[in-house]
Each structure stands twice: as structure tokens, then as C-alpha cells.
Nanobody, 123 residues
Framework: QVQLVESGGGLVQAGGSLRLSCAAS????????MGWFRQAPGKEREFVAA????????YYADSVKGRFTISRDNANNMVYLRMNSLKPEDTAVYYC????????????????WGQGTQVTVSS
């Protein structure tokens, strides 16, 4: 069982930046594909970004490409999401997820989830 804990959310004005962090309990963290998803009120959980377990290749949703950057630090069991040029439509609860398989855009593929951290972007 992998425990994931997100942090770094908060209230920010449009155009601002935040960095989300996800701490994993798994000692073999480097063997997992890691992803970030978000869920706004009344909407389905949607893919934001993912990073592979080997080459560290990033993948992004079209809505955040060029603004968000995912990275990982396997030595410290951490994954990050740097969010720049934030927009009000980015407001959501952001979740960190882990999967033993390859990168996926579908939330049901991921095995473990954090509790989420709230990101609110004001206009």
C-alpha cells in the first residue's frame, strides 16, 4: 500500500504561480508512474499531467500544456507540479496518483491516490 500526501495548494490570483508537492511512502517510488489529476465542483476528475517511471518523460493535458510542469525526485520519493499563468478555470482539488504500469490519461488505471489539495484561482 502506497501512501500519497499532497501539499502546496492555496488561493492565488489569476496569472500567479503555485507548486504542488506529493510525498510518497513507497521505498520503490521510482518504479511507479506518477500523475496529477484535478476535480472541480460538478465535474469529473480529469487528467492534468503524468511522468514516466524510467525516462521521466512528461505528458500534459492540452489545457495546461505550456503552463504546468511535472517533475519527480526519486531519491526523496517526491513528485511536483509547478503551475504558472494560473487561470480561474484551474480552480479544483488536485490529486496525486501512482501506478505500477505505464503512463495513462485515465484515472481508473492508477492504483493509489492522495487526499487532494485545494487550488483556488481568483479573477
Amino acid at each position: 500500500q502506497v501512501q500519497l500526501v499532497e501539499s502546496g495548494g492555496g488561493l492565488v490570483q489569476a496569472g500567479g504561480s503555485l507548486r504542488l508537492s506529493c510525498a510518497a511512502s513507497e521505498r520503490t517510488f521510482g518504479t511507479y508512474t506518477m500523475g496529477w489529476f484535478r476535480q472541480a465542483p460538478g465535474k469529473e476528475r480529469e487528467f492534468v499531467a503524468a511522468i514516466t517511471r524510467s525516462a521521466g518523460t512528461p505528458y500534459y493535458a492540452d489545457s495546461v500544456k505550456g503552463r504546468f510542469t511535472i517533475s519527480r525526485d526519486n531519491a526523496n520519493n517526491m513528485v511536483y507540479l509547478r503551475m504558472n499563468s494560473l487561470k480561474p478555470e484551474d480552480t479544483a482539488v488536485y490529486y496525486c496518483a501512482a501506478d505500477r504500469g505505464g503512463v495513462s490519461y485515465y484515472s481508473y488505471v492508477y492504483d493509489y491516490w492522495g487526499q487532494g489539495t485545494q487550488v483556488t484561482v481568483s479573477s
